[in-house]
């Protein structure tokens, strides 16, 4: 699976839209994009993923480059409650591979 | 939909006994399960795939005999900690992704973890 890389830490102010980049350049044709995000002392989530195209549903969006060597997380109206490490994580469309996660970004939604 | 759930969330034991976690799909089958450990300030790591009617296969680094993965039936994976010690105490997550793909690239979907103490 390709490998991604992500800021380690960003702030966002609170009902202001969160940015998250995660850069991908090795990403193969087959391979998803998947975002998850772990609050504190909770299992992951999963907020959305894609293949090429820009995804959008009730919790964010995700914007692909046409290269597909990038994208990134969008938080439409971030709340304090969206306080998270949240990872960019790809892999090829088969249930029987897992994923790996790496440092992911902290995000650190402000008053 | 795509409810992961584990049981316990939380538990504390003695050095030297056994603690068995469970992980459950709830609404969905799948064949094969994905164990994590997670220490503080740390990442996932990923321990071992757990694969209906066959045996885990573990990561490089990961006793086996350690720890057991059991994966009966399509809705439900163990892990027990054998021999548990002080080590051991860390957060392990489980992960599941449906037979039954709903969607290109349906991803995986977490259960809420237990967190284990040994003292």
């Known amino acids: 699976d390709a490998k991604t890389t992500q800021p380690p830490s960003m702030d966002c102010a609170e009902g202001r839209a969160a940015n998250l980049p995660c850069n991908h350049s090795t990403i193969s044709g087959n391979e998803y994009v998947y975002w998850y995000r772990q609050i504190h002392s909770q299992g992951p989530q999963y907020i959305i993923h894609g293949l090429k195209n820009n995804e959008t549903n009730e919790m964010a969006s995700l914007i692909i480059t046409e290269d597909r060597k990038s994208s990134t997380l969008i938080l439409p109206h971030a709340t304090l409650r969206d306080t998270a490490v949240y990872y960019c994580i790809v892999r090829v469309d088969n249930a029987g591979n897992m994923l790996t996660f790496g440092g992911g970004t902290r995000l650190m939604v402000k008053p | 939909g795509a409810v992961v759930s584990q049981h316990p969330s939380r538990v504390i034991c003695k050095s030297g006994t056994s603690v068995k976690i469970e992980c459950r799909s709830l609404d969905f089958q799948a064949t094969t399960m994905f164990w994590y450990r997670q220490f503080p300030k740390q990442s996932l790591m990923l321990m071992a795939t757990?694969?209906?009617?066959?045996?885990?296969?573990?990561e490089q680094g990961v006793e086996k005999d350690k720890f057991l993965i059991n994966h009966a039936s399509l809705t439900l994976s163990t892990l027990t900690v054998t021999s548990a010690h002080p080590e051991d105490s860390s957060f392990y997550i489980c992960?599941?992704?449906?037979?039954?793909?709903?969607?290109?690239?349906?991803?995986?979907?977490f259960g809420p973890g237990t967190r284990l103490l040994v003292l």
């Open positions: 757990s694969n209906e009617g066959s045996k885990a296969t573990y």
């Open positions: 992960s599941a992704t449906p037979i039954s793909r709903r969607v290109a690239g349906d991803p995986q979907y």
